[in-house]
């Protein structure tokens, strides 16, 4: 039930755009996305619930198409900062009974 | 406002023993989750409990137990721990069980010799 993202590891130059895919095998209620870095806890970045919606966080959006069961992250002019694991999160149901990570997407930015 | 707050950030145990992890969620947030995260992997669900009853359990043995009180409070409780029990555990809160931000602790270094 763990959601498959792609791809697995992105290198990008400053300025430069990403997309990062998430994919479930079940129907989506709401897919969440996270940034990672190491040795740090997940920090939030967006949520996005059923009814394929999209929305945007200054430079980095995402879109959820709930009857493809997929989601992606833009993340556009990148920055240093945006260096890190990205994981989407996906809840199958309204009564939260489980929350699934995505595989990861390992993001460097080099300058 | 505090965020959630886990103890202790770092431990070390030995195989067999037993471990209990703490965690204070968001003020006002009743919702509380656990989760696994082993080196180079993504964070793995392991409980979540609302409103002191558990309503959500991933695919982890028996040793691992939690619970929640009155406070909204949390703790995770892992019997018989073995080497691979090794990892980062996460909890995180929400004000309700789905459909809103999730946010995470700092987590608690657990080292397994």
């Known amino acids: 039930q763990q959601p498959v993202q792609s791809p697995q590891a992105v290198i990008l130059r400053e300025g430069e755009d990403a997309v990062i895919n998430c994919s479930s095998s079940?129907?989506?209620?709401?897919v969440h996305w996270y940034r990672q870095k190491h040795g740090e806890a997940p920090v939030f970045l967006m949520i996005?619930?059923?009814?394929?919606e999209q929305k945007g966080h200054e430079k980095i959006s995402a879109s959820f198409n709930e009857k493809k069961q997929q989601s992606s992250l833009y993340l556009t002019a990148s920055q240093l900062s945006y260096s890190g694991t990205y994981f989407c999160g996906t809840e199958i149901s309204s009564t939260g009974n489980q929350f699934y990570f995505g595989t990861g997407t390992s993001l460097t930015v080099i300058p | 406002d505090a965020g959630v707050t886990q103890s202790p950030t770092h431990l070390i145990k030995t195989r067999g023993q037993q471990v209990t992890l703490r965690c204070s969620p968001i003020s006002g947030h009743k919702s509380v989750s656990w989760y696994q995260q082993v080196l180079g992997q993504g964070p793995q669900f392991i409980f979540q409990y609302y409103e002191k009853e558990e309503r959500g359990r991933g695919n982890f043995p028996d040793r691992f137990s939690a619970r929640q009180f009155p406070n909204y409070s949390s703790e995770l409780n892992v019997n018989a721990l073995l080497l691979g029990d090794s990892a980062l555990y996460l909890c995180?809160?929400?004000?309700?069980?789905?459909?809103?931000?999730?946010?995470f602790g700092e987590g608690s270094w657990l080292t397994v010799v």
């Open positions: 995180a809160s929400r004000s309700s069980f789905s459909g809103n931000t999730i946010y």
């Open positions: 996005l619930l059923k009814g394929g």
């Open positions: 079940k129907a989506l209620y709401s």
